[in-house]
């Protein structure tokens, strides 16, 4: 029997061990190698590709062994929306910056920019770490064998973690009550869920193992375009036979006078056109 919430211990679980990976490997993606912002986007592509993964192989393959197993509607968007907060939290959404944020006055303080009369000295023990080598060592790295020294950052983290939860849930409150504004009366189409809703708008149907979108030939030409596109220039990074292909530029008027830019990275098509 499907659970009447989405909200059930099977939902949660997954979902947090989806945002675990998230939390793994958009850091070392972004920090680390360099390269894909995983998490960076108005849309978090780590987190769509998660749940694609998820409603193409995992879904069919728990219906296939028996109906009951699959997730149903509302756990997977629980799922997604836990996929979309972790995604905000980690790197540059909040985490990535955060750190150096509360230890950069004491790190790049020096006597020209006499920023440890002008802020450090003002800082409170509760908000920032006080110990001059754990701020160093964040910057440039432990030394050989040397543990992280977390007993100069459990207070300022326990802190500011206090303050997070406490702001994630006014804003969780703020969405609740603005719910009927946007949704009934204003009817805002929150792009963030048209894909996820479009790929599990037929997930509950006995005999329907993937969604319709899935099956649409278009949809996956608009998929494979920017995926070619976007491989051949990531490769370019590793050897100069793959030339990139430009996606921006400007189409001069008037002799160079004005210039329009040109961007292809921008293009979409509505989901609800590909369903």
Known sequence: MQPSSGVSWRSVLTGAVLVGAISLLSPWAILLVKGSQLTSNAIPIIAVLFFFLLVALVV???????????????????????????????????????????????????PENNWKELFAAFQHPWLVPTDWDAVRYFYEGLPQGMAIPWSAWALPLATWMTFMLALYWVVFCMGVLLRGQWVENERLLFPLMRLPMALIQYVEK????????????????????????????????????????ALTGSIGLLQGQVGIPVSYTHLTLPTSDLV
Not at 96 to 103: E, P
Not at 223 to 231: D, E, Q
């Open 60 to 110: 069919p393959g728990l219906k296939w062994i028996g109906g009951q197993l699959a997730f149903s509607r509302l756990e997977l968007i629980t799922i997604y929306v836990m996929m979309l907060v972790g995604s905000v939290v980690v790197t540059t959404g909040f985490t990535g910056s955060f750190l150096s944020v509360i230890t950069g006055a004491m790190y790049y303080a020096t």
């Open 206 to 245: 006995p005999r329907t193992f993937f969604s319709p979108l899935l099956k649409n030939r278009l949809m996956w030409v608009g998929f494979a375009l920017p995926l070619l596109v976007h491989s051949w220039n990531s490769l370019h990074a590793y050897h100069d036979g793959f030339q990139p292909l």
